[in-house]
């Protein structure tokens, strides 16, 4: 489609700017010139970007590095099973397996038990045809420090390395590792992990980027044209620029026009501008440049008609539209990674160095170093060195990290939806823990978006009306004295009913906010607009038009006669004036003395930023019949003064933001400067205030100097909102972007956290956020910030915990191969360990509650990465200290009893230390225990689950270990309550390693 041209129409007046498009309001534009409009301009649509396609969306998920090096380990893995390797291919009975088991709990003296087992092994070993070697049969009453081994069939001694004894072989201790269809298994269940992590990312992430299609929902469907001088209604998609199209009341602007004829025409401009009041609408041109909401001579594609009825010309269709236009800022606004998407990555890329060299350095020691004097084969040590790489790869890659961070995330989306936040991106949930500033939009956010008549003044008398919004509860006061309503009074509220077009049903309103404001008023006074229009029957109208300034009814007086009822603009009123109304309801000459108070008054309430209306009447014997008779010689009455109030709870939870928790709140509005200004005050935004029109005279480097100390953007439209956004982001500030329009959709979408009204917001607004606030509450904003900061906390806490085990699995399963040359612990062990017995409390950690005092948290907390320099010294000094209790109690099995014990006693040892570091991490932070049931039943279930590994014997099979003697299991409760303490009293130490310590700052 080519570029339309670019004609500033509201500059024009109307007949310049059919000229300019070569139409005629008579005609309209002829068939033929519509067909060769169309073929240069193209469809009246907006263009829709690329849909994500699915299976990319699916395969994006394994480009998590973590994820990548485990499914390189499961295929390694897998491709081990298949190769058959001397002495490693040998299944064994499972009298053989329950013999061997039944071994380790034979109740034999030190001094004999290493004959009798020996004995067993040899007997066991010639049963199933398999030779000993000479260099592996054991010499008891020569070497007391031996210890039999009657477990993987063949070795019957094997000696630590330590003590400095003869190295097994390495064919002989691989006897150790998996056979052919245990390593498929193990290959297939790191699969299966993989695969469940993808699914679930893929199925979190997956939705389609409807934000375009919302805003073509705006365009009418339906457009009213006159074409070779008759009306059709046609397909608004046809509408080419030239067009002549006619307007209703209740219809949809289908593209942007050029009003070239209006009748009391009432535009609802809110998607678009932000602002919810009708704006009235002419056909006078304007000079110089005007933000959307000034350009009274326009009417704007996806905009409603609310009254009258008007013709206009197209000056712009599709992407030339100002709805075009937002949509073209929402498709080239790219989406940023969240913080935790980005801590995580990094976290991820170090994890994936430290475990590809870790990996690379222990295959190498044991293909370089382990005794080869065996005759064992190349490939034979190769297999070996990969199964142990394989083996320490899974030690060290946390499977379940992924998964346990969907979940949290879930888990947090489904409490900020009881608490009416409703998230539509699962990274919104953490990333609003770290949110430092929220840019607030005013109308609805942070007001009611409900006009309330806030004063009255009458006979020289300001009065004030509490209540706010369409609650119809309320009281007149002077002072902080409450008073009665006077004869005038009672004039002042019967004209407004009666001068007025809205309706007041339950509370609800039809019809235009500030009219509707005028029927509540009324109603906080015992007068209901049913009741007095009942009573006061209308009989002729004179609309509102933006020249006249003023609307007029003429009424049947119940008393007899017709009654006038007159509202509007304070200063056009008033020259209709001849008398005014004192309180008693007399009516006296209005002098200039008091004509000067009225509108003295009138500049003092709209300094306020109050919308100030004057209200008059008159009685007549006869119905007049002219607009002259109506309007004139009347008898001023008195002022209403209203605005939209800021919600009651606003002003406490932004001083309480800004002053304890460190978020600064900035408001960003269509209104006007003064209104804004005011509206901040009162709800304590103290700071800069600026207009677009400013905005646009500073450069960015200006800009970019100045915006920490601006706290009130007004008369914006959607390029300042991205261009604050920006700004803001730019200093290094986590940015939460708040809206309900269509204007808004590009800077939410363009802020770190995009957050729409749920009752107010447009479908484009809507489709844009991350997250929706289903009761349109400022308050819920901070709900679900305190929320997004509980599930930080419990990220880094299962972060840690997660971390922390698979470290002490790396520095176990190492220490292991050079210490013993063997693993001790399997790829299925660690497996189990890292999903099962660890992955549980870690998912059960993700439902654990906020901190009470989480939000007099600094926001800077919140944005360090998820281990920091103090947790890192944690994890290695815990790893280090159970590392060397598991080794030990390995060493004493393996010296004492066997090595089906010494493996079972570290397997069972890695399950319970990692458990105390769990309790250790959780008691950092200020959250009562059992305020968490889920991880309490988390942590039985990991026991439950080990012991059914240990005692039931086809479990105890698959996992290659066997039930535990009581020196073992008191052995591990000692081992833990010595860890837990030590790590304690380290707190003081780690606390000078680390500027912060996990606690809330009291």
């Known amino acids: 489609m080519s570029n339309q041209k670019s004609i500033l129409a509201y500059q024009l007046s109307s007949t310049e700017t059919v000229d300019s498009f070569n139409s005629s309001v008579k005609t309209g534009l002829s068939q033929a010139d519509v067909l060769e409009r169309r073929a240069t301009y193209g469809l009246n649509s907006l263009a829709t970007k690329k849909s994500i396609n699915p299976a990319v969306l699916f395969i994006n998920q394994f480009k998590d590095v973590l994820v990548i090096i485990l499914l390189v380990s499961a295929i390694i893995s897998w491709a081990v099973s298949l190769i058959s390797v001397s002495g490693t291919s040998q299944t064994y009975s499972q009298e053989f397996i329950d013999r061997s088991m039944a071994c380790i709990n034979d109740p034999i003296s030190p001094s004999d038990g290493a004959s009798s087992s020996c004995n067993l092994a040899s007997k066991l070993a010639e049963k199933e045809a398999i030779t000993i070697p000479e260099s592996s049969k054991c010499q008891t009453k020569e ?11 063949g070795t019957a001694c094997n000696l630590y390395v ?20 245990e390593g498929s298994r193990e290959a297939i269940l790191i699969f299966v992990i993989v695969f469940a992590i993808a ?40 509408l080419v620029p030239g067009d002549v199209v006619v307007l209703d009341e209740g219809s949809k602007v289908p593209a942007d026009l050029r009003l070239i004829s209006v009748s009391n025409l009432y535009a609802n401009e809110a998607s678009l501008t932000g602002e919810s009041v009708p704006v009235s609408k002419n056909t006078l041109a304007q000079k110089g440049d005007k933000p959307l909401g000034d350009q009274k001579c326009m009417a704007f594609a996806g905009t409603f008609i609310t009254q009258g009825r008007a013709e206009g010309i197209v000056t712009a269709t599709g992407q030339a539209t100002e709805i075009g236009k937002i949509a073209k800022l929402v498709n080239e606004v790219e989406e940023e990674a969240t913080p935790m998407q980005r801590k995580l990555d990094d ?137 009665k309503p006077n004869e005038a009074i009672f004039a002042l509220m019967r004209i407004g009913v009666l001068c007025n077009n809205a309706q007041l049903q339950h509370n609800q309103i039809l019809g235009d906010p500030t009219e509707a404001a005028l029927l509540v008023s009324a109603a906080k006074l015992g007068m209901q607009d049913a009741d007095i229009r009942s009573v006061w029957g209308r009989e002729t109208e004179i609309p509102f038009t933006s020249l006249r300034k003023m609307m007029s009814v003429v009424t049947k007086n119940p008393s007899g006669g017709y009654s006038i009822a007159t509202k509007g603009a304070t200063e056009k009123v008033l020259a209709l004036c001849s008398h005014y109304l004192t309180s008693s309801g007399q009516q006296k000459p209005l002098n200039p003395n008091i004509r000067q108070q009225i509108l003295d008054e009138n500049h003092r309430l709209s300094s306020q930023a109050l919308r100030v209306l004057a209200f008059a009447s008159d009685n007549h014997a006869n119905q007049p019949t002219s607009n002259t008779q109506i309007e004139s010689n009347l008898t001023f009455v008195g002022l209403q003064a ?72 007004a008369r914006v439209d959607p390029e300042h909102k991205i261009r604050i956004v920006q700004a803001l982001k730019k200093h290094g500030h986590q940015v939460a972007m708040t809206g309900d329009g269509v204007n808004d959709a590009p800077a939410i979408k363009a802020a770190d956290i995009g957050i729409a009204m749920g009752i107010a917001g447009t479908d484009a607004s809507k489709e844009a956020a991350d997250l929706i606030l289903l009761d349109d509450q400022f308050l819920t904003i901070i709900s679900a910030i305190e929320e997004g900061r509980g599930i930080f906390d419990n990220v880094r806490k299962f972060v840690n915990f997660l971390i922390s085990c698979n470290i002490a699995e790396v520095l ?85 009893e066997s090595i089906l014990a010494a493996v079972s006693a570290g397997f069972t040892a890695m399950v319970v230390y990692e458990l105390v570091r769990l309790i250790d991490i959780r008691t ?79």
């Open 143 to 153: 070497l007391d420090q031996q210890f039999t081994v009657a477990w993987g069939g």
């Open 162 to 181: 330590m003590l400095g004894m003869p190295k097994l072989p390495v064919s002989d201790s691989s006897q150790l590792l998996k056979t052919n269809n």
């Open 199 to 238: 699914i679930i990312g893929f199925l979190n992430e997956y939705r389609a980027e409807k934000t375009v299609e919302a805003l073509k929902k705006l365009v009418g469907s339906k457009a009213q044209v006159r074409r070779a001088g008759q009306i059709f209604e046609i397909d608004a998609i046809e």
């Open 347 to 483: 976290l991820g890329k170090k994890l994936g160095i430290f475990i590809l060299l870790i990996c690379a350095g222990v295959f190498a020691i044991i293909f370089l170093f382990v005794d080869s004097q065996t005759g064992q084969s190349l490939l034979e040590r190769s297999i070996f060195a990969f199964t142990a790489a394989v083996a320490l790869a899974v030690a060290a890659i946390p499977e379940g990290l992924a998964f346990v961070v969907r979940i949290s995330l879930a888990l947090g989306a489904r409490r900020m939806a009881t608490k009416q936040a409703l998230v539509r991106k699962l990274s919104a949930v953490e990333a609003l823990g770290s949110t430092d500033i929220i840019c607030s939009d005013k109308t609805g956010t942070l007001t009611r978006g409900e006009m309330t008549v806030r004063a009255i003044h009458i006979d020289g008398k300001t009065y004030s009306l509490t209540g706010s919004g369409y609650e119809t509860t309320g009281k007149l006061t002077i002072g902080k004295k409450q008073v």
């Open 642 to 713: 209203m605005m939209d109030p800021p919600r009651s709870e606003v002003i406490d939870v932004i001083h309480r933001v800004q002053t304890e928790s460190g978020i600064r709140v900035i408001m960003i509005t269509g209104d006007y400067i003064d209104t804004a200004t005011a509206i901040a005050e009162e709800i304590g935004l103290h700071g800069k205030a600026i207009s677009g029109a400013e905005l646009d005279s500073l450069s960015q480097a200006e800009f970019e100097a100045i915006v920490e100390d601006v706290s009130v953007y």
């Open 812 to 896: 176990a399963v190492t220490f292991g191969i050079l210490f013993f040359d063997n693993l001790i612990l399997t790829a299925a062990q660690l497996l189990f360990i890292n999903i099962v017995t660890d992955g549980l409390p870690a998912v059960a950690l993700g439902s654990d509650p906020a901190q009470k005092d989480s939000l007099r948290q600094k926001p800077t907390y919140y944005q360090q990465p998820i281990l920091n320099r103090r947790t890192w010294v944690e994890i290695f000094v815990f790893g280090g200290l159970m590392t060397t209790a598991l080794l030990f109690q390995f060493w004493y099995n393996l010296h004492h």
């Open 924 to 1002: 950092d932070y200020n959250i009562r225990w059992f305020s968490n049931p889920w991880l309490s039943v988390a942590i039985a279930s990991s026991f439950v689950l080990q012991f059914a590994v240990l005692y039931i014997p086809k479990m105890a099979s698959y996992f290659e270990v066997g039930p535990l003697s009581r020196h073992d299991w008191l052995f591990m409760v000692t081992g833990s309550a010595v860890l837990f303490a030590i790590m304690k009293s380290l707190n003081p130490v780690f606390d000078r390693i680390g500027s912060e310590t996990h606690a809330v700052v009291k």
